[in-house]
């Protein structure tokens, strides 16, 4: 009788609200110019509203905090968001009810490189959690091979003789089925 009390308690402490928020990357790599969304999850509140839900994100970069979004019980508070982010950043309203938070951020610089912090708090209590995210700059990213489509892919000045630079060259690929 006394272990299925304490089963019942500690079954009742879990199920009626400990909040817990998650990030799903801890660390997230992209390209300058490019997308990305940043996603944290959280327990649900029971009634499924988000009335009640209060999320705040910012970006933490040697020291100084930059609004990332602010949502004020359910409602965006655009005003906070610091301007480097304006027109940049948004996130998905509708999967805030299911406990899930993603905001996508477009045209990536690389000063968008940092620690981001988001905070939530609803009826059942406040947590946060933080991912990494690393912008390089589109001048690191390897540039493709160019292909000179007179000399069939081959450096003339490399060959020997102009007749062996202007042959075409076969690649053969055979497959063998058992």
């Known amino acids: 009788m006394t272990c299925s009390i304490l089963l019942l308690i500690t079954l009742t402490s879990c199920v009626s609200g400990s909040l817990v928020v998650n990030v799903t990357q801890s660390f997230y790599q992209a390209e300058e110019n490019r997308n990305a969304t940043l996603e944290w999850t959280f327990t649900p509140t029971t009634d499924s509203s988000i009335s009640t839900l209060n999320i705040f994100c910012e970006m933490i970069t040697d020291g100084t905090r930059s609004v990332l979004l602010d949502l004020n019980e359910g409602v965006e508070v655009s005003e906070s968001q610091h301007e480097r982010f304006s027109e940049r950043v948004q996130f998905d309203k509708d999967v805030l009810r299911e406990g899930r938070l993603r905001i996508h951020m477009s045209r990536l610089r690389t000063n ?51 007749s062996q630079a202007e042959s075409p060259g076969w690649i053969g690929l055979y497959c063998g089925l058992n």
């Open 112 to 162: 968008d490189s940092g620690v981001y912090l988001c905070t939530v708090n609803t009826g059942d209590g406040e947590k946060s959690k933080k991912c990494h995210l690393n912008v390089t700059a589109e001048k690191d990213r390897p540039k493709p091979e160019t292909t000179n489509s007179t000399s069939g892919g081959r450096d003339p000045s490399q060959t020997g003789s102009p």
